[in-house]
């Protein structure tokens, strides 16, 4: 059973509907849940979210609770992007997906990221002077965005007003979320 030391505390996570990490979606949800937080899963539609494991096997379904479309930003304290290629690469095509992002490091509120979910980052233009980590497949994208790339299983920057919670892949989600939690706290 959780601590509860999150009560009160509003979480948004944005993805698409197939392609989605498993665990990077799962795993951080129960457990911000079960310390107490509220966490909203946005997805590009209503439809189930059908994620994968390791990029090739069907993973579990999960509902999403609303759509994009629905999202008010103001209402959420931070914003969790979960990786998965597929999702990632399509989530940062989508406007309101990047506005999503620019929004809550514009209002100077934490966005967490992992693996693949730094394209998001990347694409929205928020890396420059930034440290983070992500799937090493990305450290020359986040590089070439004027990025820091290191290898870390979770690097926490606050510097630019707002602070960014980045891991490398789902065997760095109790880092990850552990320093979710720290920013929420």
């Known amino acids: 059973m959780g601590s509860n030391d999150l009560a009160g505390r509003r979480i948004l996570a944005i993805v698409t509907n197939y392609g989605v990490e498993q665990d990077e979606l799962v795993v951080p949800v129960h457990h911000l849940r ?43 304290d931070l914003l969790l992007v979960p990786g998965g290629t597929l999702n990632a690469d399509s989530l940062r095509l989508n406007d309101t ?4 992002v620019k929004t809550f490091a514009g209002t100077r509120r934490p966005v967490a990221a992992i693996c693949h979910g730094a394209w998001m ?3 929205a233009a928020l890396v420059a002077d930034k440290t983070l980590t992500s799937y090493a497949s990305l450290s020359t994208d986040v590089r070439n965005a004027g990025g820091n790339w290191v290898d870390k299983s979770v ?17 760095d ?11 929420l706290q």
Do not use: C, H
């Open 34 to 76: 079960e310390d107490g937080a509220t966490v909203d899963v946005a997805a590009v539609a209503s439809e189930p979210i059908k994620t994968l494991v390791g990029d090739k096997d069907p993973g579990e379904t999960v509902q999403p609770t609303l759509n994009l479309a629905a999202v008010d930003p103001d209402a959420y």
């Open 155 to 171: 690097v926490t920057d606050p510097s630019g007003g707002w602070v960014l919670i980045t891991s490398r892949n789902p065997g």
């Open 173 to 183: 989600l109790p880092d990850f979320v552990g320093e979710i939690r720290k920013a």
């Open 121 to 123: 980052l990347v694409e």
């Open 97 to 100: 997906a990047v506005g999503l």
